[in-house]
């Protein structure tokens, strides 16, 4: 039995969902910094050169600088995708009276997923960009710090500044995760034991994570650059609303540009994909085993 047949309620699909995040970014934050840096240069500089740069320059510590916030994140906003997932899927499912999902209907409850999620992540997010950057992480002594100098001087509203980027950047990797499990698991022969089904899963999530990754990264790009720009009264930031600036950093600096940091991005999130999958459903079946959520 796997995490398709039988749907737990929420609280239980938001424990898994944690429970995988935390266990994902455990293993994968250092690439996370990386993809900051070079998505913050001006020029395009490798992702092993830029990893050297860092041990080198700042310490090997630096790699884990800022992961107090998104452990703190990883675990409320995987808990959000997939419950969300779960939900929005029985939503849709009644809505269109659908008895079983549909290719269609798995990259709108992606979607819709991705847009609840982004609602959670914009503030954590926000606080990791500002750490993360080498001429604004000075200024803070923690994610604490952060949060509370970020209130203070750019009023709370600045918490939610970059939603709008936020929200694309989270639809479209969903939409492509969730479309792309439902495929791939399609495609694949039916797991006739846990360790099969270990194996399935990693490929649907990687696969999933991945071709998100492909379609999001744009978004992500722009994301960065209009979080990182400090909010001054009566002046417009350079980089504001995500389309534009999508166009903008095209037109100024190349198709490149908007893909800088795809390297270790799609290096973290797509594995990464494949775990999340595989403790998801592993938690989630563990759960079933234990009897919970029946009646
Ligand atoms: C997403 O939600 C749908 C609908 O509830 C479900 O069938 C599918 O298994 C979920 N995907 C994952 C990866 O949990």
């Known amino acids: 039995m796997s995490s398709q047949d039988k749907p737990l309620p929420f609280v ?24 900051t840096r070079q998505q913050l240069a001006t020029e395009s500089i490798g992702m092993v050169q830029t990893f050297q740069n860092i041990i080198r320059s700042e310490g090997p510590g630096r790699l884990y600088r800022g992961i107090l916030a998104p452990i703190l994140m990883e675990a409320p906003k995987r808990a959000t995708k997939f419950a969300a997932n779960d939900s929005w899927g029985k939503v849709y499912r009644n809505a269109f009276g659908a008895q079983k999902m549909t290719q269609g209907l798995s990259i709108l409850t992606g979607a819709t997923a991705g847009a609840t999620e982004a609602f959670v992540v914009v503030p954590f997010e926000l606080v990791k960009i500002r750490l993360q950057d080498k001429a604004s992480g000075g200024k803070y ?22 939603l709008e980027s936020t929200l694309w950047r989270h639809i479209l990797w969903n939409a492509g995760y969730f479309g792309c499990i439902f495929q791939v ?83 973290r999130l797509g594995p ?3 775990i ?3 403790v998801y459903t592993g938690v989630m079946d563990w759960f079933r085993q234990m009897g919970v959520g029946s009646k």
């Open 12 to 35: 239980y699909q938001f424990a898994a969902g944690a429970i995988a995040g935390v266990s994902e970014i455990l293993v994968m934050y250092p690439t996370d910094v990386v993809k």
């Open 272 to 274: 990464g994909g494949g």
């Open 141 to 162: 002594a923690g994610p604490g710090d952060a949060l509370m100098k970020i209130i203070k001087n750019e009023g709370p509203m600045a918490l939610y500044n970059g």
């Open 276 to 278: 999340l999958l595989v």
């Open 185 to 267: 698991r399609q495609l694949l022969p039916a797991a006739e034991s846990k360790k099969s089904q270990i194996g399935n899963d990693i490929i649907a999530g990687s696969v999933g994570g991945t071709v998100g990754t492909i379609v999001n990264t744009p978004m992500d790009v722009v994301k960065s650059r209009i979080q990182n720009s400090p909010k001054v009264a009566g002046v417009v930031p350079k980089y504001n609303w995500a389309w534009p600036s999508v166009f903008m950093v095209l037109r100024e600096e190349g198709f490149g540009a908007l893909y800088r940091g795809f390297a270790p991005k799609v290096l």
